[in-house]
């Protein structure tokens, strides 16, 4: 069906009850007003995002190595890290930084080959204080304009290295072991008025909770499509990203959409 407002408030509050079932039952979640506002209270409430938080340190971005290496940070989180991170939405803070200078005084669970950019936890707000007390938030302002679609090939899961905290579980994504034929998928991301940091945030939220949801497996070949806006689209979408439209903050937004079996 093509992306319509009442769309995008249904996908939203889904996401939300699925995030945090015991408290979606009593808010109001019937328009994005209220959705806004039932956020606002989740955050607000002691303990309700478990302080679960990843830290990407980017030194150098380009789109597509982001994408591929945000789906490998993302396979190699354990089972019992994922848990509480999926109540915490996903929450990721992006940081300006060189990896290679930083691999000495951190523990990162996943560093880029070309190392572009680590990724650490996700954990407790704690696991990184002192990595967020040291560099600056990342500076993406720059709009991020058009751009011809890309293919990436989702690589496997990292090798396992010392990690940031206490983990014992297995890779949350697809188990170790388990084999299906490579899918091809297109990601579509919106580009008007959409910022490099929108951008990296709201690609973020969709790859890592489709990696978690079994969505995305290695070897499967997603192809980034930019496009203006993803309202009116009618594709097959299996995962949609939502969030309150920066402009027109009573409205919501698609910001990116991962499709069906292309």
């Given at each position: 069906?093509?992306?319509?407002p009442?769309l995008?408030l249904?996908v939203?509050?889904e996401r939300?009850?699925?995030?945090l079932?015991?408290l979606?039952g009593?808010l109001d979640l019937?328009s994005?007003?209220?959705l806004?506002?039932?956020?606002?209270?989740?955050?607000?409430r002691d303990?309700?995002?478990?302080?679960?938080?990843?830290?990407a340190?980017?030194g150098r971005f380009?789109?597509d190595?982001w994408?591929r290496?945000?789906c490998?940070?993302?396979?190699?989180?354990?089972?019992d890290?994922?848990a509480?991170?999926r109540?915490a939405?996903?929450?990721?803070?992006?940081?300006?930084?060189r990896?290679?200078?930083?691999?000495?005084r951190?523990?990162f669970?996943?560093?880029?080959?070309d190392g572009s950019?680590a990724?650490?936890?996700?954990?407790t707000?704690?696991?990184?204080?002192s990595?967020r007390?040291?560099l600056k938030?990342?500076?993406?302002?720059?709009?991020l304009?058009?751009r011809?679609?890309?293919?990436?090939e989702?690589p496997?899961a990292?090798?396992?290295?010392?990690?940031a905290g206490?983990?014992t579980?297995?890779?949350?994504g697809p188990p170790?072991g388990?084999?299906?034929?490579?899918?091809d998928r297109?990601?579509?991301?919106?580009t008007a008025?959409v910022?490099?940091?929108?951008?990296?945030?709201q690609l973020?939220?969709?790859?890592v909770e489709?990696?978690l949801d079994?969505?995305?497996h290695?070897g499967?070949r997603?192809?980034?499509?930019?496009v203006p806006r993803?309202?009116?689209m009618?594709v097959?979408?299996t995962a949609?990203r939502?969030?309150?439209?920066?402009?027109?903050?009573?409205k919501l937004?698609?910001?990116?959409?991962?499709?069906?079996?292309?």
């Amino acid at each position: 069906m093509p992306i319509t407002p009442e769309l995008l408030l249904s996908v939203a509050a889904e996401r939300l009850r699925t995030a945090l079932p015991e408290l979606a039952g009593r808010l109001d979640l019937s328009s994005p007003q209220a959705l806004r506002a039932a956020k606002a209270e989740i955050t607000a409430r002691d303990g309700a995002a478990d302080g679960t938080v990843a830290v990407a340190v980017i030194g150098r971005f380009s789109l597509d190595g982001w994408v591929r290496e945000t789906c490998r940070f993302a396979l190699g989180v354990p089972e019992d890290r994922a848990a509480p991170w999926r109540r915490a939405f996903t929450r990721t803070v992006f940081l300006a930084g060189r990896p290679e200078n930083l691999r000495e005084r951190f523990a990162f669970e996943h560093i880029a080959p070309d190392g572009s950019a680590a990724w650490a936890g996700p954990g407790t707000d704690g696991d990184s204080a002192s990595l967020r007390r040291l560099l600056k938030t990342f500076d993406g302002r720059r709009p991020l304009g058009s751009r011809p679609p890309l293919t990436v090939e989702v690589p496997a899961a990292p090798a396992a290295g010392p990690p940031a905290g206490p983990a014992t579980g297995s890779p949350a994504g697809p188990p170790a072991g388990s084999r299906r034929r490579p899918r091809d998928r297109d990601l579509y991301l919106a580009t008007a008025g959409v910022t490099v940091s929108d951008a990296l945030v709201q690609l973020n939220h969709l790859l890592v909770e489709a990696v978690l949801d079994g969505l995305i497996h290695p070897g499967d070949r997603l192809t980034l499509r930019p496009v203006p806006r993803l309202t009116g689209m009618a594709v097959p979408f299996t995962a949609l990203r939502i969030d309150t439209d920066t402009h027109h903050p009573h409205k919501l937004q698609a910001y990116a959409g991962l499709t069906e079996e292309t």
